[in-house]
């Protein structure tokens, strides 16, 4: 039976019913650590990496799907004549989405590859909506459309503890990185157009404290939030905390707290979280 059949990464979050209820194939990246490869929720799960990243001796190297794989799983899914929609990471912080769109030049099928511009539980919102909305018959001009709405009223803040990560892959200057570490700085980054910008930094945790309580005072005043995310790199207690405080503020917002992906992980390094939510009209 044709259909639309929607198609992501493993820097993804998504928990295994969604995956399921919502027929949504996840491709999965790779991640290598002290010369061993794991592939993303096959070969590593997400506490076992953290665990192991702990323990390495270099930084891990996260790697995306190669070309084949992509055109191997376009090929399939659109064998019954199916149409396929990919979104993928924003390419700030990989090459997968650039890669997706190479295959799916060189595929057989009928597939549309999306930068989503964001990542984790952000890039959630948009797959799960073209998800949703292609198991209910909508063409693929209307989930495209939902897709920029969804875009555009997402946003993520991304907490970091420690910029030992994010600077040696790159993401940061060491200069800054290196200041940073020096003062015990905590750094908040925002996504703004699929790139991290730091929207403020401060000594320890005060600094992550009081913008939380002043973002949890604004979305108290905004009415229509749909779900509110918050993924973590082993900082399960305090992200618990923001959890209870958020759903004090807002009894009616589902919040969803997950260990976030190892490609998420690796740069944001121990102790970071990010929180993500998206309004509707």
């Known amino acids: 039976m044709a259909t639309i059949k929607i198609v992501t990464d493993s820097s993804v979050q998504l928990t295994p ?7 949504i194939t996840v491709i999965p990246l790779s991640v290598m650590i002290d010369d061993t490869v794991y592939v993303d929720g096959k070969t590593i799960t997400r506490p076992k990496f953290i665990e192991l990243m702990g323990q390495a001796k270099a930084l891990p190297k996260t790697s995306q799907p190669p070309i084949g794989e992509f055109i191997e799983l376009f090929d399939q899914l659109g064998e019954d004549g199916s149409q396929v929609i990919a979104l993928h990471m924003t390419d700030a912080i990989s090459g997968t989405v650039n890669t997706a769109r190479q295959a799916a030049q060189l595929s057989k099928s009928d597939v549309t590859v999306l930068d989503s511009r964001e990542t984790d539980r952000g890039m959630a919102f948009q797959v799960l909506t073209a998800a949703r909305m292609a198991q209910q018959g909508k063409t693929k001009a209307e989930i495209l459309a939902a897709l ?5 009223s997402t946003k993520l803040y991304m907490a970091v503890m420690t910029l030992d990560n994010i600077v040696k892959g790159g993401r940061v200057s060491r200069v800054t990185g290196l200041i940073s570490n020096i003062l015990n700085m905590k750094v908040i980054f925002e996504m703004v157009d699929g790139e991290l910008q730091v929207r403020t930094k401060g000594r320890g945790m005060k600094t992550v404290n009081n913008f939380m309580r002043e973002l949890i005072a604004k979305l108290e005043k905004i009415p229509n939030i749909k779900e509110i995310g918050i993924s973590h790199v082993a900082a399960d207690k305090v992200v618990n905390g923001f959890k209870a405080d958020l759903e004090k503020a807002l009894p009616k917002v ?8 190892p490609i998420i992980a690796t740069y944001a390094g121990l102790g970071a979280f990010a929180i993500m939510y998206y309004t509707e009209d």
Do not use: Y
């Open 148 to 152: 920029e709405r969804v875009k555009g």
């Open 254 to 261: 589902p919040v969803l707290v997950r260990d976030t992906s």
């Open 17 to 23: 019913e969604e995956i399921e209820q919502n027929h």
